[in-house]
């Protein structure tokens, strides 16, 4: 069965409104889904419309090669394969498509950014600071960063961090992590008594 889409067919509509209401995708990444296959389409088809059942893997890679020759970088067009693949997941829940022809396309390789690491001397000076206890943002960034500093709990744990997390008594933090997982840090007073 073949589905002629255009760049404003209301299938492509469709597809954009289930990632944004049934899925709660945020605003940005529907635009980034729209732009990118709305980019495939004009590639592929011009202003006359896609059949997307007629996709093959290897139009797949020819539309990455044109994107790596206008600029986009490894994180781009990794984000772009991701786009078709949901687009074309989506066909295929609806009967409008049998294959998948992003599913084989390997994703581009990232390139690995060291951490920047601070000095022992500078981590140092940044502990041993005096605070001034009145001053609550002043006690608030001291106690994140000694948190950081002897936990090694992440940022985003350290953000979502409640008070009935903290337990002071077994010394102990319930932390929520990556895949909605929850894991016992413990601290020492440490954190307590250089606040």
Known sequence: MALALTMNDTTLDQFLTHQRGELNRSEMTVASYRNDLEQFVQFLSGQDGLDWPSVTVNDVRAWLVER??????????????????????????????????????ELARLPKRLPHLLRPQSLDRLLDQEVDTSDFEQVRNHVMLLMFYTTGIRRAELMGLMDAAVDTAAMQLRVHGKRDKDRIVPFGTEQIGRA
């Open 68 to 105: 790596a020759s206008q600029g986009d970088s490894a994180r781009t067009m990794r984000r772009k394969v991701q786009s078709l693949r949901a687009m074309y997941k989506w066909l295929m829940r609806r009967g409008l498509a049998e294959v998948n022809p992003a599913a084989d396309v």
